[in-house]
């Protein structure tokens, strides 16, 4: 399986065997909504489960009815003292919180919950009439799968929309510097097995996003790996690097400053080689060890770039790279999260890598215009209630595929909501509920991902329900 | 349902040209019924010519590295029309591409309008087989294969230099071919990816890689080999040494020389004939070539040829693509060291006519097409986009069937080419039936399709009509009618429906050892399994998408 949260290639079985902090969260809501759908009202969820739950404020749920199984919207409200489901009055479902999780009871969960039985023609058809009176469609969310990214960009196509999936614009920091200066880069297995120094430059958030990266880089063989960790590395994270093998050397620095950092070190390194008197009393034996390194790679998450105008910090970075190839090997590792598989999916179907509008029945595209953001800023404070908002989630991440100032500016906007937790349009977890094709994020093997038997769901993937929207 | 069209001139290059009926039922053509006959649809087509679909062997339309040029290239993109306008009413052959690489949905319908019917992809990463074949899956009209890149990949770089035995290579290559569902085995630059890895930045034939110690001779002789005893139907297709390099025709040489024998084909040959001669030290070795081409009937080439204007070159070489990094204009550049298994430069580039090297490129392409005699073994390829896209390809019709016409694209070129160069001498005109036999009849046969290729019977009935005119790229630029399996199309530049498709495989039996050694050596090697990478041939498969299978036919 690719794993759902940091978009590494591992054979973990099942979710309990990828081991990392970011994904208590993640598989809380998820373990939730399985349980909701399977189990209740037998099973126990803990507080923080539903707690994650009651903060996304709507999770779909199967109930029984008539001997079939449908879905049913349930509302969880902060003072529910227990969840029911029903069905035209007909109670469907019903639980006391006491029985549900037993240790909510601090919660103070006392109101009933009400539940509406989904009609899913019935929401195509409302889904249709909002997009047909719709003068702008945006598409937006996190694609993780090629089905779903090739049902996108044709949904886009019929409805003449703006197609933004490139979540914070992790990934556009890096194609907007490639597109530049180009870019020097390496594949996962080949800097693994062909690197003998690694560039790690962030902190320790890379970490949370990419748990198992320094076992993935390790070649598990006793070559002396170095790797540099560049920026704001606690000794949790020198451990971590440490413990899959690398010798570990670490520089505190202001991530701003790495270019110029770097761009030092270059002129020390050819001191070193020309031999200018005294240079080899100047360098420490770090340089001298990173001068000699035969293939340096260097590694950032773009998620994890707290950096204004960051995609000129990479274009910075690129060069510096591609000035250090002209005597030696040395390349750029950019990971990115699940944008990796939208933006391979729309370019090759566009000529585009996303942040394209159809609307004039042709794609365009425009990085900065066409970003969700600035469609939301434009359609804020507009009276005009035909802007339509498009939100697709087919992965697990915990966080809202939303920045704060986005969900602020859905202002009016409708909203079709097509994700694992919305009541109309529940959608799978690609690769986890549902098999699907993804890109490993350094985007060079696309991998088919069948589901875990355990984790096999009934909720339909996203790429169903945009095909069943037409004009 | 049963289609006739008469009054046309058939061409298919195997019966002797001349005006007869085609007649096709259901999918594929048929035998001529007895007079009285009813046909659902017919079609009389007098001052026309009928001939099968077109074939290109040799063009980047999926993968890895032509998805990199599209992003790094969106400024070079035009005002470009997407799948939603089925219908066109204005003519579109009259517009360049939107881009030296477009998006899928436009290769397929350019492809299309100028009638050929099946495109095959040239070098497929195994790390990214399968986005190769998404990538031609989302091609419209089009047949599809492609060719697994081989020759670098460190594990059997492993077991070259440890000299397992070849039956454990032949195992590996027909699992490899078999896993990513390619159809051909392609080396480019035989180890050169890999040593450049280890910042070696020469390798000829005869040179040592400077980690495993082994030489592209010995790669090449060991992959052709593997070829020969799987019974591909097409050749080792070999990308040579020494890209672009003046004097590489010694490598070049040496390179056929190396398979012994064996089968070969040489693909992009315009980049691999060049002597050292001339007022630049770069000269047309294109003589040399077409003169062991035309005595070894083992060997076949497609020519990469070269046509004025923007483009975008991309290929696995990435060793001579970062040699040229200073040539790229606009001056950016990807190169990508990947997975274990090769890599891929990507450097945009235009061509000039007024540039010395540029033009005696432009001329030695069309040398070797006017010198070698049997146009069976020669093709007709651009190495799309590398020498220029696929769209000039009627444009390059008539320079080989128009003297005069090609004399005044020469009469244009620097004054240093046109003293150095022999074209002028060579006064041949290629006609009809050779032009024909170069794009489906020859292509067919290299890559073993028999249900291709020709208007026999029992071919697909993948037609095309032309309407006959005295210019050749004209003609060829917008057919009247394209039949894919006996359905209409297409006609007169509008698109009337979708086609089903292929996806062309080789068919390999794989030894089951291999299968579970690969398991285990797998995961060591990249950190994941195989079953991730494997294609599966359902995957292929869909509603409008089938596969076929090739295999040598040893008859």
């Known amino acids: 399986m690719i794993c759902p949260f940091c978009s590494l290639l591992c054979d973990a079985n099942n979710l309990n065997e990828i081991h990392c902090d970011r994904r208590t969260a993640s598989i809380a809501k998820y373990e939730l909504r399985k349980r909701l759908s399977m189990e209740m009202p037998q099973s126990q969820i803990d507080s923080e489960s539903l707690l994650t739950a009651i903060e996304a404020s709507m999770v779909s749920a199967l109930v029984q009815r008539f001997g079939e199984k449908c879905h049913v919207a349930v509302s969880i409200a902060r003072d529910g003292s227990g969840i029911s489901a029903s069905v035209d009055g007909q109670i469907l479902l019903e639980t006391e919180v006491g029985r549900l999780c037993a240790p909510m009871a601090k919660q103070e969960i006392t109101k009933a919950l009400e539940a509406k039985e989904i009609d899913s023609q019935r929401w195509l058809q409302s889904a249709n009439e909002s997009l047909r009176r719709a003068k702008r469609i945006l598409v937006t969310g996190r694609v993780s799968s090629v089905a779903t990214a090739r049902s996108a960009v044709a949904f886009a196509a019929r409805f003449n929309a703006t197609l933004d999936f490139a979540e914070f614009g992790n990934v556009f920091k890096n194609v907007l510097a490639m597109q530049r200066v180009g870019m020097n ?37 006793s070559r002396g790996q170095t790797v540099l960790l560049l920026g704001d590395f606690s000794m949790a994270s020198h451990a971590a690097w440490r413990n899959a093998g690398f010798d570990v050397w670490s520089v505190k620095c202001d991530l701003k400053s790495v270019p110029s950092a770097l761009a030092q070190w270059s002129k020390w390194s050819d001191d070193l080689q020309s031999d200018s008197p005294n240079s080899k009393s100047l360098v420490s034996p770090l340089f001298q060890r990173m001068a000699n390194a035969d293939y340096t790679t260097i590694l950032w998450c773009a998620e994890n770039l707290r950096i204004e105008q960051a995609d000129l910090w990479v274009e910075r970075i690129l060069q510096w790279i591609a000035s250090r190839n002209e005597k030696t090997r040395c390349a750029a590792l950019p990971w990115s999260s699940f944008d990796g598989t939208f933006l391979q999916v729309c370019t090759w179907l566009t000529g585009f890598p996303g942040r394209v509008s159809f609307r004039n029945g042709e794609p365009k595209y425009d990085p900065l215009r066409y970003s969700y953001e600035c469609w939301l800023k434009q359609t804020q404070g507009s009276s005009d209630p035909e802007s339509v908002v498009v939100l697709v989630d087919e992965t697990i991440a915990a966080n809202s595929f939303l920045t704060p100032l986005a969900r602020k500016l859905l202002g009016n906007n409708v909203v079709i909501e097509m994700t694992g937790s919305s009541a109309q349009f529940p959608t799978s977890i690609a ?25 096999k769901g009934i909720a339909k993937p996203a790429s169903y329900w945009l095909e069943g929207l037409a004009p | ?95 360049p591409l939107s881009s030296p690489v477009p998006g899928t949905w436009e290769t397929g319908r350019r492809y299309l309008e100028m009638g050929y019917t099946a495109c095959f992809e040239p070098a497929v990463l195994p790390a990214n087989a399968r986005q190769a074949h998404a990538e031609m899956a989302d091609t419209p009209w089009l047949d599809t294969g492609g060719y697994l890149l081989l020759g670098n990949d460190r594990l059997l770089m492993e077991w070259i230099r440890d000299g397992v035995p070849q039956q454990q290579i032949n195992d590996y290559v027909g699992w490899m071919v078999r896993a990513h569902q390619c159809c051909a085995v392609k080396v480019v630059n035989a180890g050169g990816i890999d040593a450049f890895k280890f910042n070696q930045r020469h390798l000829s034939i005869d040179d040592q890689h400077v980690h495993y110690g082994i030489t592209p001779r010995k790669i090449l002789q060991t992959l052709s080999l593997a070829v020969e005893s799987l019974c591909l139907a097409h050749p080792l297709h070999v990308h040579c040494s020494n890209l672009g390099l003046a004097g590489n025709i010694a490598a070049t040489m040496a390179t056929i020389d190396a398979v012994e024998g064996r089968r070969l084909h040489l693909t992009h040959a315009q980049y691999h004939c060049y ?10 070795a294109a003589k040399q070539l077409a003169d062991r081409v035309n005595t070894d009937t083992s060997l076949s080439i497609d020519v990469g040829q070269v046509q004025f204007g923007q483009t975008v070159t991309l290929s696995g070489d990435t060793m001579h693509q970062f040699a040229n990094r200073s040539l790229a204009r606009p001056r950016k550049a990807i190169f990508q060291d990947l997975e274990c298994q090769a890599g891929c430069g990507v450097l945009p580039f235009r061509y000039r006519q007024d540039q010395y090297v540029h033009g005696l490129l432009w001329t030695i392409g069309i040398e070797l097409f006017l010198r070698v005699e049997d146009p069976l073994r020669v093709f007709l390829t651009t190495d799309h986009p590398n020498g220029a896209p696929f769209t000039s390809y009627p444009h390059l019709i008539r320079l080989l069937m128009d003297y005069d016409f090609r004399m005044s694209v020469f009469s244009r ?10 074209l002028p001498l060579l006064k041949r005109e290629y006609s009809i039936e050779e032009i024909i036999k170069m794009t489906r009849l020859g292509p067919a046969r290299a890559l073993g399709l028999r249900n291709r290729g020709s208007l026999e019977n029992g071919r697909l009935a993948d037609i095309v009509v032309y309407e006959q005119s005295s210019n050749p790229e004209e003609m060829f630029s917008r057919p009247r009618m394209v039949f894919r399996r006996g359905r209409l199309v297409y006609r007169d530049g509008i698109f009337l429906s979708d086609a089903a498709k292929s996806t062309i495989v080789a068919s390999i039996d794989v030894d089951s050892q291999m299968d579970s050694h690969l398991k285990e050596l797998w995961h060591h090697r990249y950190g994941y399994s195989t079953e991730m990478i494997e294609v599966q041939t359902d995957e292929l498969r869909s509603k409008m998408r089938m596969v076929e299978w090739t295999h040598l036919d040893k008859r």
């Open chain 2, 413 to 422: 070129l620097h004054p240093d080419v046109r003293k150095s160069s022999s």
């Open chain 1, 431 to 455: 690769g986890l509920e549902t098999t699907a094709d993804m890109f490993r994020a350094d985007q060079t093997v696309l991998a088919r991902v069948s589901p875990c038997s355990m984790q």
């Open chain 2, 1 to 95: 349902m049963t289609t006739r069209i008469h009054g046309a001139i058939c061409i298919d290059g195997v019966a002797e040209s001349g005006i007869r009926d085609v007649v096709f039922d259901g999918e594929t053509v048929c035998q001529v019924p007895a007079n009285g006959c009813r046909f659902d649809a017919e079609y009389y087509l007098p001052n026309h010519i009928v001939v099968a679909g077109g074939i290109d062997l040799h063009t980047h339309i999926g993968g890895g590295k032509v998805n990199i040029a599209r992003m790094l290239l969106p400024d070079l993109v035009r005002s470009q029309p997407f799948q939603s306008v089925l219908v066109e009413s204005r003519p579109n052959w009259l517009n």
């Open chain 1, 185 to 221: 880069s390496v594949s996962l297995a080949e800097a693994r097995d062909r690197t003998d120094q690694f560039i790690v430059i962030g902190d320790d958030t890379i970490l949370q996003t990419v748990p198992r990266m320094p076992i993935a880089l390790s070649s598990g063989e």
């Open chain 2, 275 to 284: 002597g050292i001669d001339g007022p630049h030290g770069y000269s047309s």
